[in-house]
């Protein structure tokens, strides 16, 4: 039997890159923080109505999605993350089928994990495709996650890491057709590329120009031998733009569909937000200054600058490609109102230009033995700053700095951002905590989660110090004590333990939320401001069953209502029984609907205006949640 061929039981540059951030992030990943952010929450509801129940809704508990007739709502983000999570969600739906303890957020935070792993390969086969040396293929895909801010956002709910990972892919499958244009690679192309902006509408500025490239491919040789195969190769130019085109019109088309059922119009989820920040101070701050700045983020993305010129040399259409894409995410961030990405590690808003500018830094090691040197030393400092992004993930450290009290800041540095900043009676510019994030260099991110990791692993109760004595930051980071705030901080800052993927189907933190059981227990309240009293018992028979004896005063409010709404007064009155905290206001608001007088539980100073606005709502038919958002627009904290 012949030897097996040296060249075929080496390991692949792209397949070996993609088992080396699988294993990083399997053993970094900590799937706690997955449905903390309520823009997470939102996609995972809208998820959960697609994948039980074949709708598109949300309630209006989230404050930014979109009203419509009915008294429910749909999600402003893009479907396509919904969309992705729908086989997670079944797959959690069958884990709490066989126990319903075991918690689903290692389930669904494959979604986020297994994207970042196809990224980098689809990085590094890029790289590959387009000439780079083995060396750089394995840099290209490895560095593209580890030496990056996308490390951090692998036990995340939000959309970025399936961002990266359909451009890498789609980059990867383009640049195959640049050497050797097939229909296979046409088609997977244009379905990867224009699936993207479902994902996030305003991605089709990296779509565009790449499909755009990727419909002229270089002309291939002609073959010597034969007029015969020489007209093959020619048509093969029509044939496969042909595909492409059509494989892109199908996500595209889905992508049109779900904009104008939900909103009306394309691009209608954002109505009201603009591109209205200072570009240049916006690109100062993505790029340079400490906070958000990519290359104190991901140093390594200056190797792509000879990367590109290297591009340019092999391939003019696909470097002016790359080129546009890059320029115009650089262009579209540094503008947005939120330039910051808020909660967020890193520059989130530039995260996909990453991919190409990675594949670019890939091609860049073959021009000399110092630029190998130089991505060495610069994938090391990158993976230094975002360590401590993935082992503290970001959710937590902005529940703190939402609690925290809105500190001075000098008007210089809070030029251009009227948004999260208000002026005291002296005049004094404050800014909010997360907004100080963004801004001031003494709470450089970097150091403020490895300050919180560090009192994470102290043990005990750190969510508790962390509240009481908040941290001495420049100006301090103070919260601001409230029941909201100590169980907020306590359910995303839970004792620290190794955080590798799977660790609470071990041992559940206690507190913390469960992902799944938060988006059923949004489609319970979705029904019952639709009318749907049977189809909420139902949700919140399961969310119950989950949450178990830790049953949360909302989940018992809720089920409570929902079969006081069915006529089952007695079972309302018992979910009522069972909460732990018999004063919570939807606790007491549920027991007025019954008829109970819980007015006691109501301090005597604002007993008078609390019985007179609850009066109004029971009188309207309101449900506990509709009220408690009408509560919260008074209080001037938005729908």
């Known amino acids: 039997m012949p030897a097996p061929s040296p060249v075929r039981s080496r390991l692949s540059p792209p397949l070996a890159a993609a088992l080396l951030v699988a294993l990083v992030l399997v053993v970094t990943t900590d ?53 992705a999570l729908v086989p997670f969600l079944w797959a959690a739906r069958a884990l709490h089928a066989a126990a319903p303890s075991l918690p689903s957020s290692p389930v669904l935070v494959l979604l986020p994990l297994l994207c970042l792993v196809a990224a980098a390969w689809g990085v590094s086969r890029a790289a590959a495709e387009l000439g780079a040396p083995p060396f750089g293929q394995l840099f290209a895909g490895a560095a593209a996650i580890l030496a990056t801010p996308l490390w951090g956002y692998s036990g995340s709910d939000f959309s970025e890491p399936l961002q990266v990972a359909l451009l890498s892919l789609g980059v990867a499958a383009l640049s195959a057709g640049r050497r050797a244009p097939s229909r296979r690679g046409a088609i997977a192309a244009g379905a990867l590329l224009g699936a993207l902006p ?43 733009a042909l595909a492409l085109a059509a494989s892109a019109a199908v996500p595209a088309g889905l992508w049109l569909a779900l904009e104008v059922v939900r909103f009306g119009r394309p691009f209608g989820g954002y109505g009201g937000e603009s591109f209205t920040y200072p570009f240049l101070t916006g690109l100062a701050r993505l790029t340079v200054l400490p906070n958000k700045g990519l290359l104190v983020y991901a140093p390594v993305v200056l190797l792509a600058v000879p990367g590109l010129l290297a591009l340019r040399r092999r391939d003019t259409r696909l470097f002016l490609a790359f080129l546009a894409a890059v320029a115009a995410v650089f262009a579209s961030a540094s503008t947005w109102w939120a330039w910051d990405g808020q909660a967020a590690w890193g520059p989130r808003l530039l995260l996909p230009a990453l991919p190409l500018l990675l594949v670019a830094s890939g091609l860049a090691v073959a021009e000399s033995r110092a630029l190998r040197a130089g991505a060495l030393a610069l994938s090391a400092a990158g993976a230094l700053v975002n360590v401590v992004g993935a082992l503290q993930p970001f959710p937590g450290v902005y529940a703190l700095a939402t609690f925290a009290r809105p500190e001075p800041i000098p008007a210089s540095r809070a030029e251009g951002t009227p948004y999260e900043i208000t002026r005291a009676a002296d005049g004094t510019l404050l800014a909010s905590g997360p907004h100080h994030l963004s801004l001031t260099p003494g709470w450089w991110p970097p150091a403020v989660h490895a300050r919180v990791l560090a009192e994470r692993i102290r043990g005990g109760d750190a969510a508790g110090r962390l509240l009481a004595n908040g941290l001495d930051l420049r100006p301090p980071l103070r919260p601001v004590g409230s029941p909201a705030a100590e169980e907020t901080i306590s359910r995303a800052l839970p004792a620290f333990s ?57 989940t018992l409010a809720l089920a409570a209502e929902a079969a006081l709404e069915a006529g089952d007064a007695a079972a309302a009155r018992r979910m009522l029984d069972r909460s732990p905290k018999p004063c919570h206001a939807w606790i007491v608001y549920v027991r007025m609907e019954i008829g109970e007088d819980a007015s006691a539980c109501v301090p005597a100073d604002r007993r008078g205006l609390w019985l007179a606005n609850t009066s109004r709502a029971l009188a309207a038919g309101r449900t506990v949640s509709a009220w408690a958002r009408e509560a919260r627009e008074r209080a001037g904290g938005g729908r």
Do not use: C
């Open 198 to 240: 479902l994902v996030k509408s305003v991605l089709w500025i990296v779509s565009a120009p790449l499909l755009a490239a990727a419909l002229f491919p270089p002309a291939p040789p002609v073959p010597e031998s034969g007029r015969k195969k020489a007209r093959t190769r020619r048509d093969a130019g029509p044939s496969h």
């Open 31 to 83: 799937d706690g923080s997955f449905g903390v952010i309520p823009d997470g929450k939102e996609m995972l509801s809208a998820g959960a109505a697609v994948a039980f129940r074949g709708e598109i809704g949300v309630s209006r508990d989230f404050v930014n999605a979109v009203p419509r007739e009915g008294g429910d709502a749909v999600s402003r983000y893009g479907m396509g993350q919904s969309l």
């Open 498 to 554: 190794w955080p590798f993927w799977g660790r609470s189907l071990l041992s559940k933190p206690p507190g913390v939320l469960d992902p799944l059981a938060e988006a059923l227990r949004d489609q319970a309240v979705r029904d019952l401001d639709t009318g749907d009293a049977p189809r909420a018992r139902r949700a919140l028979d399961l969310v119950l069953a989950r949450e178990g004896a830790a049953a949360a005063p909302r």
